[in-house]
Nanobody, 124 residues
């Protein structure tokens, strides 16, 4: 089992940047594929980005491709989401999630472990 804690959210103006971090407990972090999801008020949780256990494979939602970058440091048990050129429509609670097997899935139900979320607010 793995426990996840996100940090790095906040308020930023449109066009600005933020870097989210998600730190995991346990000694087998590299065996987990990781993902970032987000949920805006009144909307369903949606996929943002995913990364394989070794960090050599990544994929993104079309809405963030070219602006967001997911990465991980397995020595630090941490996955990151670098968000650039932020837009007001990026405003949401951002969650990191973990799953044992890597595949290019966009489904939240494919992930077994979740953090508590961190708020990102982008002002116009």
């Amino acid at each position: 089992q793995v426990q996840l804690v996100e940090s790095g959210g906040g308020l930023v103006q449109a066009g600005g940047s933020l870097r989210l971090s998600c730190t995991a407990s346990g000694r087998t972090f590299s065996s987990y594929a990781m993902g970032w999801f987000r949920q805006a008020p009144g909307k369903e949780r949606e996929f943002v980005a995913g990364i394989s256990g070794g960090g050599d494979s990544t994929y993104y939602a079309d809405s963030v491709k070219g602006r967001f970058t997911i990465s991980r440091d397995n020595a630090k048990n941490t996955v990151y989401l670098q968000m650039n050129s932020l837009k007001p429509e990026d405003t949401a609670i951002y969650y990191c999630a973990a799953r044992r097997l890597y595949s290019r899935t966009y489904l939240a139900s494919s992930y077994a472990y979740w953090g508590q979320g961190t708020q990102v607010t982008v002002s116009a």
